[in-house]
């Protein structure tokens, strides 16, 4: 295969590593395939150190690459994160991600998970000597994102001396470190690293009463102390920490939402970045549950969260579904979208060239009513261009006054710091529910 040729391939098999108590897998990514859940796709089995092999990780992936454009069946096939592009050669791979997924004891037994993840497993292997071994081959790209999760991280054996490990990292330097923890115990350290500014915390509270938090975490002990901790961790509000709500049969309903709300207010979290999410074993959502997010959506902002976003799992679903049962005119005649209705008829700067770009741009209400400006971001793209229209720098915002769409989740936060650093009011920037 030529290099650089397009070809099928996605972001987690040109560079990812999600790292389990006996496996090596490609990522976490799951969808559906005629009615099927499918993802999780392994890369393979780990019972010592010396499974994990820098030749047999590359080979792996490029064998399901290589499958993937000869039309061979893969356990990649129907996923949704697959694109047609160039991408560079299976065999100058160098890792950009890792997940830290290396046990799985856990002090909860959420609804929506699974014993992947609470099984009680310990890993096969030592976390530090893999990264030293990836360090000695020369494995790890220039820019290297991790997350933490497991299992409860803080449960992780000698969490501690792992985590400074991989924190305090000079070669490779992570640039972008997330810990997914449900805060039910405190960590002095992910506090000292939350105040520096290291680190990006989300934790998951998926309830606002005592009676619904047993339901969804299927233990009893907890509920207010993540509220508690999560006010410690919140000393400097300086934005680090993503409050996640996933929805479930249990806990989508109106007073619940609002009862969460209230112990945000009372714990001071407003400023925090929110998330809302769906249990992923959901194909598909209903007229209520998709009211319900925009209930839930429109209540935080409401009540003064600067930040409120939709996940992976909600927007493709949450899309579907509006355009499967929704017209135009509904969506201009419900009060639920009002704040939507202000940027429509407008042309609109769009900042972000990824896949959420692609997905708001194709399938949102939005962008049948608006046109896109033109596309904005402060990464360099190899190509400068997406979808066949040409990429700015993010000094061009400072050209005109239209309204600016950032096109990221999992960044927006940073994104609209930046746009505030180079002056620009904070009111061009589009923050309301797009569907």
């Known amino acids: 295969m030529l290099k650089n040729k397009k070809k099928y391939s996605c972001e987690d098999l040109q560079g990812s590593i999600y790292f389990g108590p006996n496996a090596l897998r490609h990522c976490c990514q799951r969808f559906f395939v005629d009615g099927k859940m499918k993802g999780d796709v392994e890369i393979l089995k780990v019972k010592s150190d010396e499974d994990i092999n820098v030749d047999n990780i590359i080979s792996t992936k490029k064998k399901i690459i290589d499958d993937l454009n000869s039309n061979k069946k893969t ?34 037994r ?50 501690k001396n792992i985590f400074k490990t991989f924190i305090e990292s000079k ?71 993503i409050i996640k709500y996933i929805l479930t049969t249990d806990n989508y309903k109106n007073k619940e939402i609002d009862s969460f709300i209230n112990l945000v207010k009372e714990h001071q979290l407003l400023n925090c970045d929110f998330e809302i999410s769906t249990d992923y074993k959901f194909e598909k959502l209903d007229l209520n549950k998709s009211l319900s997010m925009v209930y839930f959506y429109n209540a935080l902002s409401s009540a003064g969260a600067k930040f409120v976003h939709f996940d992976d799992h909600v927007r493709k679903r949450l899309f579907k579904f509006f355009k499967e049962n929704f017209s135009i005119k509904q969506i201009e005649e419900n009060k639920m979208f009002d704040n939507l209705r202000k940027y429509f008829d407008k042309n609109i700067i769009v900042w972000g060239t990824g896949r959420y770009a692609d997905e708001i741009i194709n399938n949102s209400f939005l962008f049948k009513k608006s046109k896109v400006a033109y596309y904005v971001d402060g990464v360099a793209k190899k190509n400068n261009s997406f979808i066949s229209e040409k990429i700015y720098s993010p000094n061009k915002i400072l050209t005109s006054d239209n309204p600016i769409l950032i096109a990221s989740s999992t960044y927006w936060q940073e994104i609209y710091r930046t746009i505030l650093d180079l002056g620009v009011d904070k009111k061009r920037v589009i923050n309301t529910l797009i569907i």
């Open 75 to 108: 356990p990649c096939d129907g996923c949704p994160k697959l694109q047609y592009k160039k991408w560079a050669n299976a065999d100058d791979i160098k890792i950009n991600k890792i997940s830290v997924e290396a046990h799985s004891k856990c002090n909860a």
């Open 110 to 159: 959420c609804s929506y998970c699974s014993e992947m993840f609470y099984g009680g497993l310990n890993p096969n292997y030592d976390l530090n000597k893999m990264l030293f071994k990836f360090r000695k081959s020369n494995f790890f790209d220039k820019n290297v994102a991790i997350t933490w999760g497991g299992g409860e991280p803080v449960l992780l054996k000698n969490f």
């Open 171 to 241: 070669y490779p330097k992570f640039q972008d470190i997330r810990v997914y923890s449900n805060s039910i115990i405190y960590s002095d350290l992910i506090h000292e690293y939350l105040d520096q500014g290291k680190i990006i915390l989300t934790t998951s509270t998926d309830s606002g009463t005592q009676e619904t938090y047993e339901k969804v975490r299927g233990v009893k002990k907890g509920f207010l102390e993540i509220f508690k901790n999560l006010k410690k961790y919140n000393t400097k509000k300086n934005g680090n920490i």
